[in-house]
């Protein structure tokens, strides 16, 4: 009932913005004038303006132990210069924009300082580990302006692509856009042993993309209508690890990409610019059970896919980009001959089947709602109430179901769009899309999948850490806006 009431209200309001806004395009976004200013990038010489990308570094472990890890990170203010000469208010860990990768083992026990030198409050999570309640966080453990945090936690987890990022309650899209996340990459000894490229920064390469909206200032600005809220924050610029307009030189060799679908609400399609295959050889918790080799790769917000190119096919001199309709995301400028020694092995890991005859409960999430009236079952976040409760240990189905606004399909409303329903302290694994089998890549661990209009996705979990936890759609400002709950283990 509560529902109907607001829908009513919202239609009232969508219908005046639209009003204001209906001059915005959505789908196609327009180029950015000021890409075109960025000066030639040395040691490139195919005449273009681009930038070399750039390689976040891996954060210092400051314990010597071979089983112990103590990292620090510092939450600060800052700006960059996105485009020469012009500087833009930014966050970042320990850097400008962005963070540090945290590279880990399983079975390491993780130490972190993080010091909060904001003048707003944060929160660091762990997007993607299974950790206790305690340790994720979430909006629950919030970091006071001038505060420090201390989590520690062991790795207990298969060899994966994870990120951090802020998460403080309402604020979550405006921190992460100004800079607040980075990777966290685990290694296992199965990964070590695979053969697989995995020399960071040289055949193992990290891709933070993000769309940015910026203005002809220079200044990266954020959520300046409803629109913003309705469909997310969609940009008209990509940054690749905080670049603008990224080039990578690359030999003739097999090179593995770790992407991570950064940005706060737009979903990418990948594919290359000649059409190739590639290999996606992990999904966002870990390795695929076999290569999936694929022309297109689809991320919504929040996911993670590492993937091979093999590059050797091409002569050096020779130019592809990867690219999402309507952008150009990277090119790869192949520079020099080499000769491979790395594999892409036809079994990369188990991936024991959960059965769905184990499981104790099954519960049903019905994302519904747009714009600030987004909530999952008729809720809208509230700290002080905890949604679900589930026993320690038990192994559960949990069924999200993307229900759109009745306006009816085909009106481009914010109803009208897929959401991605992330939650913590999990991976789980996809049981089925509508009744399906889902595709080969998402038959791996996943922590947050994408769910299409009308569509409804099957997933099962065991809950196997303690404490309270969050679920919620990944397009930042619709968790911003109220699409997330809170579930406890106990
Ligand atoms: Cu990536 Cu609740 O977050
Ligand atoms: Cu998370
Ligand atoms: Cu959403």
């Given at each position: 009932?509560?529902?109907?009431?607001?829908?009513?209200?919202?239609?009232?309001?969508?219908?005046?913005?639209?009003?204001?806004?209906?001059?915005?395009?959505?789908?196609?976004?327009?180029?950015?004038?000021?890409?075109?200013?960025?000066?030639?990038?040395?040691?490139?010489?195919?005449?273009?303006?681009?930038?070399?990308?750039?390689?976040p570094p891996i954060l210092d472990d400051k314990d010597p132990g071979q089983s112990e890890a103590k990292f620090e990170l510092t939450v600060?203010?800052?700006?960059?210069?996105?485009?020469?000469?012009?500087?833009?208010?930014?966050?970042?860990y320990n850097?400008?924009?962005?963070g540090p990768t945290i590279r880990v083992k399983n079975g390491e026990h993780v130490n972190v300082k993080v010091i909060n030198?904001?003048?707003?409050?944060?929160t660091v999570h762990w997007h993607g580990l299974r950790v206790a309640g305690e340790m994720d966080g979430?909006?629950?453990q919030?970091i006071?302006?001038?505060?420090e945090w201390n989590p520690n936690f062991v790795i207990s987890q298969p060899a994966a692509t994870l990120w951090y990022?802020?998460?403080?309650?309402?604020?979550?899209?405006?921190?992460?856009?100004?800079?607040?996340?980075g990777l966290f990459i685990i290694d296992d000894e199965n990964s070590k042993n695979?053969?697989?490229?995995d020399?960071y920064?040289?055949?193992d390469?990290?891709?933070?993309?993000?769309?940015?909206?910026?203005?002809?200032?220079?200044?990266?600005?954020?959520?300046?209508?409803?629109?913003?809220?309705?469909?997310?924050?969609?940009?008209?610029?990509?940054?690749?690890?905080?670049?603008?307009?990224?080039?990578?030189?690359?030999?003739?060799?097999?090179?593995?990409?770790?992407?991570?679908?950064?940005?706060?609400?737009?979903?990418?399609?990948?594919?290359?610019?000649?059409?190739?295959?590639?290999?996606?050889?992990?999904?966002?918790g870990g390795?695929?059970?076999?290569?999936?080799?694929?022309?297109?790769?689809?991320?919504?917000?929040?996911?993670?896919?590492?993937?091979?190119?093999?590059?050797?096919?091409?002569?050096?001199?020779?130019?592809?980009?990867?690219?999402?309709?309507?952008?150009?995301?990277?090119?790869?400028?192949?520079?020099?001959?080499?000769?491979?020694?790395?594999?892409?092995?036809?079994?990369?890991?188990?991936?024991?089947?959960?059965?769905?005859?184990?499981?104790?409960?099954?519960?049903?999430?019905?994302?519904?709602?747009?714009?600030?009236?987004?909530?999952?079952?008729?809720?809208?976040?509230?700290?002080?109430?905890?949604?679900?409760?589930?026993?320690?240990?038990?192994?559960?189905?949990?069924?999200?179901?993307?229900?759109?606004?009745?306006?009816?399909?085909?009106?481009?409303?914010?109803?009208?769009?897929?959401?991605?329903?992330?939650?913590?302290g999990?991976q789980?694994?996809?049981?089925?899309?509508?009744?399906?089998?889902?595709?080969?890549?998402?038959?791996?661990?996943?922590?947050?999948?994408?769910?299409?209009?009308?569509?409804?996705?099957?997933?099962?979990?065991?809950?196997d850490h303690k404490g309270?936890?969050?679920?919620?759609?990944?397009?930042?400002?619709?968790?911003?806006?109220?699409?997330?709950?809170?579930?406890?283990?106990?």
């Open positions: 009932m509560r529902n109907l009431k607001l829908s009513a209200v919202f239609i009232l309001f969508t219908v005046m913005e639209l009003a204001i806004f209906s001059g915005c395009d959505l789908d196609v976004p327009s180029t950015n004038p000021l890409s075109q200013q960025t000066p030639a990038t040395k040691g490139v010489s195919t005449g273009e303006n681009r930038n070399l990308l750039f390689i600060r203010k800052s700006s960059k210069e996105f485009f020469p000469g012009k500087k833009t208010e930014t966050y970042g850097m400008d924009y962005l030198t904001l003048t707003e409050e944060t979430g909006p629950q919030m006071l302006s001038r505060n990022h802020a998460h403080p309650i309402h604020k979550t899209g405006n921190q992460v856009y100004k800079g607040l996340s695979l053969n697989l490229p020399d920064g040289v055949n390469i990290p891709l933070i993309i993000q769309d940015k909206r910026f203005d002809s200032e220079g200044t990266m600005i954020y959520k300046t209508n409803m629109m913003d809220i309705m469909q997310g924050m969609l940009g008209n610029t990509i940054l690749v690890n905080g670049i603008v307009n990224p080039v990578l030189e690359v030999g003739t060799i097999k090179t593995r990409f770790r992407i991570l679908n950064g940005a706060t609400a737009r979903t990418f399609e990948f594919r290359l610019s000649d059409g190739s295959v590639f290999y996606q050889i992990a999904s966002d390795l695929l059970e076999s290569p999936v080799k694929m022309n297109t790769l689809r991320l919504g917000p929040g996911e993670r896919a590492e993937v091979i190119i093999d590059f050797s096919k091409y002569s050096t001199g020779e130019v592809i980009n990867l690219q999402s309709p309507g952008f150009k995301i990277i090119d790869f400028v192949i520079t020099r001959k080499e000769n491979d020694i790395t594999t892409i092995p036809e079994k990369l890991s188990i991936v024991p089947r959960m059965e769905e005859s184990r499981t104790i409960k099954t519960r049903a999430f019905d994302l519904m709602g747009m714009g600030l009236m987004v909530n999952i079952n008729g809720k809208q976040m509230d700290m002080a109430r905890i949604d679900e409760t589930v026993n320690h240990g038990d192994t559960e189905i949990w069924i999200i179901r993307n229900v759109m606004a009745g306006m009816g399909p085909g009106m481009g409303m914010g109803g009208n769009i897929a959401h991605t329903f992330h939650y913590h999990v789980f694994q996809v049981l089925s899309r509508d009744g399906r089998k889902p595709p080969l890549n998402e038959q791996g661990w996943k922590d947050t999948v994408l769910v299409n209009p009308n569509e409804t996705v099957k997933v099962i979990s065991t809950f309270l936890f969050m679920y919620h759609c990944h397009i930042l400002e619709h968790e911003d806006a109220g699409m997330m709950g809170q579930f406890e283990v106990k």
